[in-house]
């Protein structure tokens, strides 16, 4: 009866510790297993480090060589010694970096069971530190960039970029002076090293802002803004301004059939369907002086809308205009108009009423001045000088 009881007791001690044992090991694992390659389908073997990471955290899991969980792996895996494991989560997020000297760290997050195999660049989908040269690079999220970053192909971004931040406390990236060429917070550098296909357009920058909803509030949309900030500091002698438009030729050139060459040149485009109404502004180019009239300008500065110089070869005319119904029309409403009328009738004929002062420069030699607003054809005389002055 003793040896019973006693065989009672062993056998219930056993069942408990079988049960836990089986309650300890119960959770499932299950086996990663990829190789890493290169954009030539090239399997990289040696040289980086792959990390797992708890999918959506810094955190590391432990990592088994087995289901059972009896061996633990490094983590990181040496990407030499193949990248073979198991875990309990359904995906991992897997961050590669090159080894032993690291300059370039990515990160594949999600990473799911039924991935075999990870493409060096891959698509960055969170914040990871890039340090280094590479061909393709897509972000889809935030990348940061620390030290410098060559990206040799197509740099793709699905959301905005910044460099440095909005503020006037040291947000800005600081600017030095080491180049003796522009010294840029971005640089862009192209060339046209080719023979373009007629009717094609090239550009160093294209920017493009698309409106596809109505807007009813005063709002500003503009394609680009480029904008230079005097903040509580002084300026000697020098160019400063919002946007600097260069256009410099060296060498030999023939510019030829019709071809400009223009610092700036300005269009205004639409279609038919275009309606605009009688208050409303359609304009080449718009100068607004936005100084505060309780700024000190002396009145003997160039205070300009517009000033034309020349640091070289003077200009044959400082505005030439064609294409316009009205050539000038100054403040008090006066207008100058160049054309081919000599008869005080044609002019009325061809330009309607005009404000008191408004001129009419003939192609016949004459001049003539508006004298009143009434839009008959003697509003218009004809000035005469019998004198030899």
């Known amino acids: 009866m003793k040896k019973l009881k006693l065989w009672l007791v062993v056998s219930a001690v056993c069942s408990v510790l079988f049960t836990g044992l089986v309650f300890a090991v119960s959770t499932p694992q299950i086996n990663y ?35 059972q969980c009896k061996t633990a792996l490094d983590n990181p895996i040496d990407i030499a010694d193949g990248v073979n494991f198991f875990t309990a989560a359904s995906t991992v997020d897997v961050v590669i970096y090159d080894t032993p000297a690291e300059t370039t760290r990515i990160r594949k997050s999600s990473f ?20 280094s040269t590479i061909e393709d690079l897509e972000v889809t999220g935030t990348a940061s960039i620390a030290g410098d970053a060559d990206v040799s192909g197509v740099l793709s971004l699905a959301s905005t970029g910044a460099f440095g931040a909005w503020g006037y406390t040291g947000e800005h990236v600081a600017l030095t002076d080491g180049s003796s060429n522009t010294n840029a917070g971005s640089g862009e550098y192209f060339e046209i090293s080719s023979t373009i296909t007629a009717g094609k357009v090239m550009a160093g920058e294209y920017s493009r802002l698309m409106v596809r909803t109505s807007q009813a509030n005063q709002c500003t949309l ?22 600097w438009a260069y256009a410099e030729q060296s060498g030999t050139s023939t510019l030829s059939d019709g071809g400009t060459f223009d610092a700036i040149s300005a269009t205004v485009e639409s279609a038919s369907t275009f309606t605009v109404g009688a208050t409303e502004f359609v ?35 400082g505005i030439k205009i064609t294409g316009c119904d009205t050539d000038v029309e100054l403040s008090n409403g006066a207008t100058i108009n160049v054309g081919a009328e ?34 008959a054809d003697t509003s218009w005389e004809v000035v005469t000088q019998t004198t030899a002055d």
Request: hydrophobic share 35%.
């Open 33 to 67: 297993n990829f190789g890493l390659f290169n954009e030539m389908n090239e399997q990289l073997t040696s040289g980086y480090n792959v990390q797992i990471y708890t999918a959506g955290t810094s955190s590391a899991p432990t990592i088994y060589s087995d289901q």
């Open 112 to 131: 799911t069971p039924v991935q075999h195999r990870i493409v060096f660049p891959v698509i960055a989908t969170e914040y990871e530190k890039i340090t």
């Open 222 to 243: 503009v394609g680009t803004e480029s904008q230079f900030r005097l903040y509580g500091v002084d300026l000697a002698n020098g160019v400063h301004s919002g946007l």
């Open 283 to 317: 304009t080449g180019i718009t100068i607004d002086s936005s100084i505060d009239s309780g700024a000190s300008i002396d009145a003997s500065a160039n205070f300009s809308g517009i000033y034309i110089k020349s640091n070289g070869l003077d200009w044959f005319r």
């Open 342 to 375: 000599t008869t005080r009738a044609g002019i009325n004929t061809a330009l309607g009423a005009r404000t008191a002062g408004s001129l009419y420069l003939s192609s016949a030699g004459k001049l003539y001045v508006c004298v009143d607003n009434l839009g």
